[in-house]
């Protein structure tokens, strides 16, 4: 008989619990002012998106006019955000980081049950784990939002009643596209829609500033990535009823921009993002939430991979929080960290 290595024994890295719910329901001006309160009074000091949303009271005409037409409701809930919250506190803005995480879609003629499922691991810094939270809006003559977020956060990583659901990625290029929307202005305008087809329509008529890459999936089980940096905008289809991505651009127009100091970490995006359509594509016609998270709770890899657990002396980043989500039935599971060290726990619309 062979003896195995025994692998590195990395210790458990965020003490076991869960993601605290945040509920709010009314009016939408209600809603946000609600939201905005309760980060405040839990999350104090932390400002990053209440500043993010106050760039809306200064948004272009253009830009207003595309919330009017497809979202109007949104435009009193970033208004109530604002109310309470108060401009930002400084003129220095907080750079975005740089994280991993590993996101994917998946047809409802690929799951047991005929519903699609589709979800999410967030790689960060450790200290995100415990600022995580589930924000659930119900807004009064609008959509129920139901989404892991940061606090203050509306967009996160979840989905709307609408049937829309949107994972997203940090995408390692060497230049950012310099014009377009923002992500915080065109995924609720995407997640207030019906289908992936107007999403892409909306990200190729307006653009899309900055790098990353966003996974959207609609009620009928369609999903694609939606990539963007200097190379413009890049569609990566789904694969036989199945998307997935990591942090590489792999589009025509994008992937020519990619970058990564680390090549270890160049490797690991493509084991994450062809690994993870590997693991679910075993699971083709049986898969249900249960079999995707422990797919997210891959070790195959470990520490790095799908899964990832900090690594010898680097402290940058590990897995904080894992979803799946079933748009179509409501339920978001959430855990708390990596996926192999903790349960989910089921929230609903």
């Not at 076991?16 to 509920?23: F, H, K, N, Q, S």
């Not at 990535?225 to 569609?235: K, L, M, Q, V, Y």
């Not at 708390?336 to 060290?341: I, V």
Request: net charge neutral; charged share 20%; proline share 8%.
């Amino acid at each position: 008989m062979t003896d195995h290595p025994t692998p590195a024994v990395i210790p458990r890295q965020v003490p076991e619990g869960t993601v605290p719910l945040i509920a709010v329901e009314g009016d939408a001006r209600d809603c946000g002012r609600q939201y905005a309160e309760i980060v405040m009074r839990d999350y104090p000091g932390y400002r990053r998106y209440f500043d993010i949303n106050w760039q809306f009271r200064r948004s272009l005409p253009q830009v207003r006019k595309l919330f009017e037409r497809r979202a109007p409701y949104m435009i009193d809930v970033l208004l109530g955000l604002t109310d309470a919250a108060g401009p930002p506190l400084s003129n220095a803005t907080e750079p975005k980081p740089q994280t991993g995480c590993t996101s994917f879609g998946v047809s409802g003629r690929c799951t047991l049950d005929g519903q699609p499922i589709s979800g999410q691991t967030k790689d960060t810094v450790l200290e995100s784990a415990m600022l995580y939270v589930v924000l659930r809006m119900r807004i009064n003559s609008g959509p129920t939002i139901l989404t892991l977020a940061y606090p203050g956060e509306i967009v996160g990583y979840g989905f709307w009643s609408t049937g829309m659901s949107l994972f997203r990625n940090s995408l390692h290029s060497k230049a950012d596209s310099p014009s377009g929307l923002t992500l915080e202005q065109w995924a609720p305008l995407a997640l207030a829609g019906s289908s992936v087809d107007e999403a892409v329509e909306l990200a190729r008529e307006h653009g899309l500033a900055g790098a990353g890459n966003c996974l959207i999936a609609d009620p009928d089980g369609q999903s694609l990535s939606i990539e963007f940096n200097a190379g413009g905008i890049g569609i990566v289809p789904a694969r036989d009823g199945i998307a997935t991505h990591a942090n590489h651009p792999e589009a025509e127009p994008t992937a020519p921009y990619e970058h990564y100091a680390d090549p270890v970490e160049r490797k690991n995006s493509r084991y994450r993002m062809h690994g993870l359509w590997e693991l679910l594509n075993a699971e083709r016609g049986r898969l249900t939430p249960q079999r995707a998270m422990m797919a997210l709770a891959d070790h195959r890899h470990y520490p790095r991979g799908i899964c990832r657990h900090l690594v010898g002396d680097r402290t940058d980043r590990c897995t904080t929080a894992a979803v799946v989500a079933e748009p179509t039935r409501g339920r978001l599971h959430v855990v708390r960290s990596q996926p192999c060290c903790n349960w989910p726990v089921t929230y609903t619309l």
